[in-house]
């Protein structure tokens, strides 16, 4: 059984940076396309970025110019750099390996002054 695991979140000043990283336990990076999700309280979970085996990505218009994902198939791991955060980008964020059931238990980011 795949597992993900997340970590890198935590509590930053808007405008600030962190680096999201998602850890899976068997060689699947290199062949299935990635995701990360984002769930507020009170909202439904959105897909912030995902990214191919090839490496083509995609954003959410939201996050587009700020956020960065990214992978690395020979450490089974992916990335998602988020820069100039804002307050509304506060929310658990989970990585997903797409066309799966299989989601990580997810990491909180908190953008608050």
């Known amino acids: 059984q795949v597992q993900l695991v997340e970590s890198g979140g935590g509590l930053v000043q808007p405008g600030g940076s962190l680096r999201l990283s998602c850890a899976a336990s068997?060689?699947?990076?290199?062949?299935?396309?990635m995701g990360w999700y984002r769930q507020a309280p009170g909202k439904e979970r959105e897909l912030v970025a995902s990214i191919t085996s090839n490496g083509n990505t995609n954003y959410a218009d939201s996050v587009k110019g700020r956020f960065t994902i990214s992978r690395d198939n020979a450490k089974n791991t992916v990335y998602l750099q988020m820069n100039n955060l804002k307050p509304e980008d506060t929310a658990v964020y989970l990585c997903?390996?797409?066309?799966?059931?299989?989601w990580g238990q997810g990491t909180q980011v908190t953008v608050s002054s």
């Open positions: 997903h390996l797409i066309h799966t059931e299989v």
């Open positions: 068997g060689s699947i990076l290199g062949i299935n396309p």
